[in-house]
């Protein structure tokens, strides 16, 4: 059951029909992950993507970001290409023979940044994420909690209008994690736009503006926060009842 | 362009950064070393006892730096999940593998020189002089290095790591051979085994058209024309190698 | 504590057998007078970097084999194959040519020394050296009475050949000439010596050795005629092994 909030702007990221089959093992046995996903993120919106494990929502990311080809369906993207996306990978793993500083320069050099500004923007970044002091450390000596920062901060570097963050709470303390949430909460501020998949319904609850539950390969509802809120009395509960129904 | 720059940069910082590398260059300057034993016990001929082995040592160990780093270059990215951040970026899948290619070939420009430099110095301290033609020699062993590690690059992209490196030292050996082959399409009874072998033989690349070690000892003349068109064709190989590379990871997905 | 120490007892007792076998092996190594050497044909298909370094591996492998059995069991049969494949690979290494001809000859083979020395000849026509090493071959070994005739012609064509050294064409003279036997196998050695490597050098000083009076001043006279035939150097070399024990 999906339900439209009736917004008037245009989504940002519109997908239609999703559909997508992977061939698993040997005898390349062919299974349909995501069996007709319909997705509106709208600008501006911090859009949580929740549902059991396995449900297809890191799927669903990758579709969006042209790492996998949809079987069927369709990807909208109200920019004109990546250049303009950031992304955080589920359990990140990096160069890690590369530093902090050396690896958010890369990864700013992937996108044509220029050097100075390049250089201003690692800083800035290394020091809202809190790794200023590891910034020249090799990636191999990083903390799990300090992978998913420098994450982060190479998800910013090219000054994202829409940011995609799969699991972006994942190994971080409750002081990272507070950080992440203020993190995001500022891009909202800044009037970008969040999408985000995460198991902690706490944070979702506080953070998002719309949220699509996903089981099986299909979204069973999409709205706003308070319309869940309108029907349990806590996100957890409308989440479980969602589930189970 | 710029991506293909970041990329190879970054490529090269990976691999010249591999203790196994090191390790392996090390191996090399003993084997080089070892030369000086040889021509100790060659009445007289250690000037081309240096050259010649040390040049074997630099193309053994250039080749098994090539093939195993080449073929674990890409494997790598997709299993470390590395891919995901590169991917996620406006990269192309042609400049990942141009700029992992080139990263490689700057990796083993630089392991080439320092096996060279070594051998060179050996030489001049035995022959007393150095020698334009094991330059050359040198150079040429770079380049038909350069083909392999596009040709594993390619194999690395159908399959696993150890395959590929395995099909890239087989390649090595029949480019060696290649004139062999094209004996062989010659003899053959019937037109069929006539046009395979012929077919076979312009896949493989041709890695001993040029040969210039006779010149190296001192037994032979280089034809400088040839050099150059081999060069050109070697040129145009690799860049067939890494079409077909990207033709099939394009096809990937992660 | 007890554990860790039988490990050490057996790591080091392990290392004493290893140690301890390749010790006694030194002794018992056969000089196998055969050792295995294709034909050339088997490489001829290689490309010429191989075929390269497979001649220099045999040639090392020559000068190592001629080595071990001209101090040993004076057996060499697989000398001729090395050679030919030596100079067959790479048939612009002089160097196969001269050391393979001195050793078959030692080898008692002074018949396909002497055809090595021809190939050589045909691959080197401006190296001196080899109408010089033909003269010296057919002058020790060859039969007949006009065997100094032949001798000198080779040395007459190696006079011929432009940058030869100046000693080259006396040679020539001295074989042509009426000097005696003496005189003529003097300069022969002296040539032989001047090969360079330390095989036909001990040959050359053993053989004049057993012609030379062994009163000094004879000796001294006898070696007259190398003043004119062999460089200073080598000559003051070759005077010092010969007066050894002299005062």
């Known amino acids: ?245 | 362009m710029k991506q293909v720059g970041a990329i190879a940069l970054n490529t090269f910082k990976e691999t010249i950064r591999d203790r196994v590398l090191g390790i392996i260059v090390v191996f090399a300057l003993i084997m080089i070393a070892g030369g000086l034993w040889l021509g100790s016990i060659s009445l007289g001929e250690g000037g081309r006892m240096m050259k010649d082995f040390g040049l074997v040592a630099v193309t053994l160990f250039g080749l098994i730096v090539a093939v195993f780093v080449a073929a674990g270059l890409i494997h790598k990215e997709v299993e470390k999940r590395t891919v995901f951040v590169l991917f996620s970026k406006p990269v192309s899948r042609t400049a990942f593998i141009v700029g992992k290619f080139l990263g490689l070939c700057a990796t083993m420009a630089i392991v080439m020189a320092g096996m060279a430099a070594f051998l060179f110095v050996l030489v001049w301290i035995v022959d007393g002089g150095f020698s334009g033609m094991l330059l050359l020699a040198v150079l040429l062993i770079y380049a038909q290095l350069l083909v392999i590690i596009a040709v594993t690059i390619f194999f690395s992209t159908l399959g696993s790591a150890i395959l590929a490196s395995v099909l890239g030292i087989c390649v090595f050996v029949a480019g060696q051979l290649s004139h062999n082959v094209l004996s062989l399409s010659r003899l053959g009874q019937n037109a069929a085994t006539e046009a395979l072998s012929w077919v076979v033989y312009v896949i493989i690349p041709n890695l001993s058209a040029v040969d210039v070690k006779p010149a190296v000892v001192g037994e032979q003349v280089v034809a400088w024309s040839s050099v150059g068109v081999w060069l050109v064709y070697l040129g145009a190989y690799v860049v067939v190698c890494l079409g077909l590379a990207v033709a099939v990871f394009r096809r990937k997905e992660f | ?247």
């Not at chain 3, 697989?78 to 080898?107: H, I, N, Q, W």
């Not at chain 3, 004119?228 to 092994?241: F, H, I, K, R, Y």
């Open chain 1, 1 to 245: 059951m999906t339900q439209n909030a009736g917004c008037v702007r245009p989504p940002l990221l519109e997908v239609a029909g999703l559909r997508k089959t992977v061939k698993v093992g040997f005898r390349r046995r062919p299974v349909e992950i995501l069996r007709g996903v319909d997705l509106e993120v709208h600008q501006n919106d911090v859009f949580g993507l929740l549902g059991p494990n396995g449900a297809g929502k890191t799927t669903t990311i990758k579709t969006v970001l042209g790492l996998m080809r949809p079987s069927a369906g369709s990807v909208r993207l109200g920019l004109p290409d990546l250049s303009r996306v950031g992304y955080l990978p589920e359990n990140p793993y990096f160069y890690d023979y590369l530093s902090g500083r050396e690896f958010l320069s890369f990864c700013g050099q992937l996108f044509g940044i220029d050097a100075n500004v390049r250089r201003e923007r690692v800083d800035r970044l290394l020091a809202e994420v809190g790794l200023e002091a590891a910034a020249d450390k090799h990636l191999r000596k990083y903390s799990k909690g300090m992978l998913q920062r420098i994450g982060i901060a190479q998800a910013l570097i090219n000054d994202p209008e829409l940011v995609l963050l799969d699991e972006p709470m994942t190994g971080l303390d409750p002081i990272g994690r507070r950080e992440v949430k203020v993190i995001i909460q500022r891009l909202q501020e800044r009037g970008k736009t969040v999408l985000f998949n995460s198991h902690i319904l706490s944070d979702v609850h506080e953070l998002c503006t719309r949220i699509a539950i996903i089981r099986g390969g299909t979204v069973v509802w999409q709205g706003t926060v308070p319309e869940a809120m309108a029907e349990a009395a806590t996100l957890d509960d409308f989440f479980m009842r969602v589930i189970a129904s």
């Open chain 3, 1 to 247: 504590m007890r554990g860790r120490l039988a490990l050490v007892l057996v790591v080091v007792a392990c290392a004493a057998v290893v140690v301890a076998y390749q010790a006694t092996r030194t002794e018992s190594v056969a000089a196998d007078p055969r050792v295995f050497v294709p034909s050339p044909e088997v490489f001829l298909d290689l490309s010429p970097s191989f075929r390269t370094s497979v001649s220099d591996a045999y040639y090392l492998s020559m000068v190592q084999y001629f080595g071990e059995h001209v101090r040993g069991d004076q057996e060499f049969d697989s000398l001729p194959a090395m050679v030919d494949l030596v100079t067959e690979l790479s048939p612009r290494f002089s160097k196969g040519y001269v050391f393979g001809s001195m050793a078959l000859s030692d080898a008692g083979r002074p018949d396909l020394a002497y055809e090595v020395l021809q190939r050589g000849f045909e691959q080197f026509p401006d190296d001196y050296r080899f109408p010089a090493y033909l003269g010296f071959f057919v002058y020790r070994y060859g039969q007949g009475e006009n065997k100094d005739e032949v001798a000198a012609q080779w040395y007459q064509k190696a006079a011929e050949i432009p940058g030869r050294p100046d000693y080259i064409p006396r040679l020539a003279a001295t074989l042509f000439g009426k000097g005696g036997e003496l005189e003529k196998s003097v300069a022969m050695w002296g040539q032989v010596y001047l090969a360079g490597d330390k095989y036909s050098q001990q040959r050359a000083v053993d053989e004049l050795n057993a012609i030379l009076p062994t009163e000094k001043d004879a000796r001294i006279r006898a070696l007259a005629p190398l003043a004119s035939t062999m460089p200073v150097a080598d000559l003051n070399s070759l005077l010092g092994e010969l007066f050894e024990g002299y005062e």
